[in-house]
């Protein structure tokens, strides 16, 4: 079993949707949890950190369930811009840092 | 520019070639990541130094791959004896501690 297992999508959604991902994690000893964009041919840059309480930016809801080892990205308002590959990430303890392979998303006009 | 850097931001090499890559992290951060993404795959982690000390190196990691980190400022990664399979984007990141990690632009390698 991988570590941090994504749906590969991809999500195809119109403008304006509220579209959800989910991500699994088989490392309890994860401590740490991020989510990253990913646009084609280009680095990962950090989109949100993921708090046990939830956090939100703009658009951007992230939550952790501990008891059931999942994170969740919310996006809300979806905008054509929004259109990329999402990656989430667990930090096991501050050490390994492990990426999931990615949820595709394209936002139609 | 205080972001990490990678060089060459390109690499064509023939089969057998050795190749080098550097990496230079934000100079404050104490951690530092190679990983490896082919295309429609998420970054494959390959192996992490915290200061100049090596960690851990994934199993995925052939002997033909090494790593340093002299001085716990820049690194390098060099494969040795290049074979098609090691065709890929090569990604360099680096992190305070265990906090969000910070990638550059990275390597890509076609070994032809």
């Known amino acids: 079993r991988k570590e941090v297992e994504q749906d590969p999508g991809p999500f195809n959604v119109p403008e304006g949707a509220t579209v959800a991902f989910n991500c699994t994690y088989s490392n309890s000893a994860s401590q740490s949890f991020f989510w990253y964009r990913q646009d084609c041919r280009k680095e990962p840059k950090l989109l949100m950190s993921?708090?046990?309480s939830g956090n939100e930016d703009g658009r951007f809801t992230a939550q952790l369930n501990r008891a059931s080892q999942y994170i969740s990205l919310l996006i809300r308002d979806s905008k054509l811009s929004d259109s990329a590959t999402y990656l989430c990430?667990?930090?096991?303890?501050?050490?390994?840092?492990?990426f999931g392979a990615g949820t595709r998303l394209f936002v139609k006009a | 520019d205080t972001g990490v850097s990678q060089d060459p931001r390109h690499k064509i090499t023939k089969r057998g070639q050795n190749v080098t890559f550097r990496c230079d992290p934000i100079?404050?951060?104490?951690?530092l990541y190679w990983y490896r993404q082919t295309l429609g795959q998420g970054p494959e982690f390959l192996t992490y130094f915290q200061n100049e000390a090596q960690l851990e190196k994934s199993r995925l990691l052939s002997d033909r791959f090494s790593a340093e980190r002299p001085k716990g400022s820049f690194s390098t990664l060099e494969i040795q004896r290049t074979e098609q399979g090691d065709s890929a984007m090569y990604l360099c990141?680096?992190?305070?501690?265990?906090?969000?990690?910070?990638f550059g632009q990275g390597t890509r390698l076609t070994v032809v």
């Open positions: 990141a680096s992190s305070l501690r265990d906090r969000e990690a910070f």
């Open positions: 993921v708090y046990s």
């Open positions: 990430v667990g930090n096991t303890g501050g050490f390994k840092t492990i």
């Open positions: 100079s404050e951060h104490n951690r």
